[in-house]
């Protein structure tokens, strides 16, 4: 069974960096499109920014120019640097991956990003 594990979450000032991981396993397979969705409460989740296999990246508006996602082939992990925070950063991130072979997206439990002063 897959599991995405995320971590790295926390309390950050405005302006404030951090820099999210997560790891898959559980599978012979790799995945293929590995992303970041947010939740803020009372919205709907979101995406954020998308890294394939070839490390091809996309951005949502939001996070163009502050944000950075990148992923480590040999350990099935994906990474979000986060830089010049907002408060309406805030909200629970989640890791999400495709796996071709398996035909499914799974996703991690979330990590709470909190931007306050």
């Known amino acids: 069974q897959v599991q995405l594990v995320e971590s790295g979450g926390g309390l950050v000032q405005p302006g404030g960096s951090l820099r999210l991981s997560c790891a898959a396993s559980?599978?012979?397979?790799?995945?293929?499109?590995m992303a970041w969705y947010r939740q803020a409460p009372g919205k709907q989740r979101e995406l954020v920014a998308t890294?394939?296999?070839?490390?091809?990246?996309g951005y949502t508006d939001s996070a163009k120019g502050r944000f950075t996602i990148s992923r480590d082939n040999a350990k099935n992990s994906v990474y979000l640097q986060m830089n010049s925070l907002k408060p309406e950063d805030t909200a629970v991130y989640y890791c999400?991956?495709?796996?071709?072979?398996?035909?499914?997206?799974?996703w991690g439990q979330g990590t709470q990003v909190t931007v306050s002063s």
């Open positions: 890294v394939t296999a070839h490390n091809v990246t």
């Open positions: 999400n991956a495709f796996y071709p072979n398996l035909l499914r997206t799974y």
């Open positions: 559980g599978s012979i397979f790799s995945p293929s499109v």
